[in-house]
């Protein structure tokens, strides 16, 4: 997770679809206006600051390892403007919290990370008795379209010399081995799904904005003068497969795993 060149500022203009998730998944949570709430990956803290403004008279934290988002959230939400809003760079393997939180909040973060165990632990420790956490991520086999094209590409012999050794570098879980590692951790299991999603794309040039920016462990294998070529041959190709709509919108169904549990 840390490891990868994230641009903060890229992935603010590419990631619309993750802002448009996160909406839904804040309405699920119910806020009443006064919890103490952990954003668990806040990225450029365009969300951490929605649910902010939700919390008037609660608090809120926003942890992400990179330190480009940190810097950005920081600079676009002000302590000034947000008074119980705060931004920290964390690993989310390592979280310094004990018995803070009511809730804990994740949106397209955790398949960044491939072994959750560590992450489940602490979320527990993290929540005060009673706390609950919301979290959505990308789910086992659930963008098998858009990665069967990937594969392809990356056997071509052009491709190939920068995937040696290459390994899949996503935790994308199923339904019954997320359950087992809450139950471990001692978390009261609420509800542990698939959801299908559609990842809608306005253009191939957001599409491809949407590559360059969250397929990080792919692109950076790449010399940088061969990049925008590798991302441009994937876009194609998928397009190929699934061509655009009748608005020039590009479609990547998805499946996400949503997960619901309480500290009791």
């Avoid at 997320?178 to 040039?205: C, P, S, T």
């Avoid at 360059?212 to 003068?225: A, I, N, S």
Wanted: net charge negative; charged share 25%.
């Amino acid at each position: 997770m840390s490891s990868y060149n994230w641009n903060a500022e890229d992935y603010q203009q590419n990631s619309a679809a993750q802002q448009q998730w996160a909406c839904e998944l804040i309405a699920k949570l119910a806020l009443t206006g006064s919890e103490n709430l952990l954003d668990l990956g806040c990225g450029d803290g365009k969300i951490t600051a929605e649910i902010a403004d939700r919390l008037p008279n609660g608090t809120v934290i926003g942890i992400d390892n990179s330190s480009s988002m940190i810097t950005l959230a920081r600079q676009q939400y002000p302590a000034n403007r947000y008074p119980n809003l705060t931004f920290e760079r964390m690993d989310a393997r390592a979280l310094a919290f004990e018995n803070q939180f009511d809730v804990v909040f994740s949106n397209a973060v955790l398949h960044w990370i491939k072994d959750h165990r560590p992450v489940i632990g602490g979320l527990f420790k993290s929540l005060k008795p009673g706390g609950k956490i919301l979290l959505q991520m990308g789910a086992k086999g659930g963008i098998s379209a858009y990665l069967a094209v990937l594969d392809q590409i990356l056997l071509l012999p052009e491709w190939k010399i920068y995937f040696q050794n290459f390994e899949f570098p996503y935790g994308f879980m199923g339904v019954e081995e997320y359950e087992v590692m809450l139950l471990a951790a001692g978390f009261q299991i609420q509800r542990v799904e698939l959801i299908a999603k559609d990842a809608l794309h306005a253009n191939k040039e957001k599409f491809k904005g949407w590559i360059r920016t969250t397929w990080l462990p792919y692109t950076e294998r790449v010399p940088e003068g061969e990049r925008e070529q590798f991302i441009e041959l994937i876009a194609t190709r998928y397009l190929e497969k699934k061509p655009q709509d009748a608005e020039g919108r590009v479609h990547v169904p998805m499946v996400r795993l949503e997960v619901a549990a309480e500290k009791v």
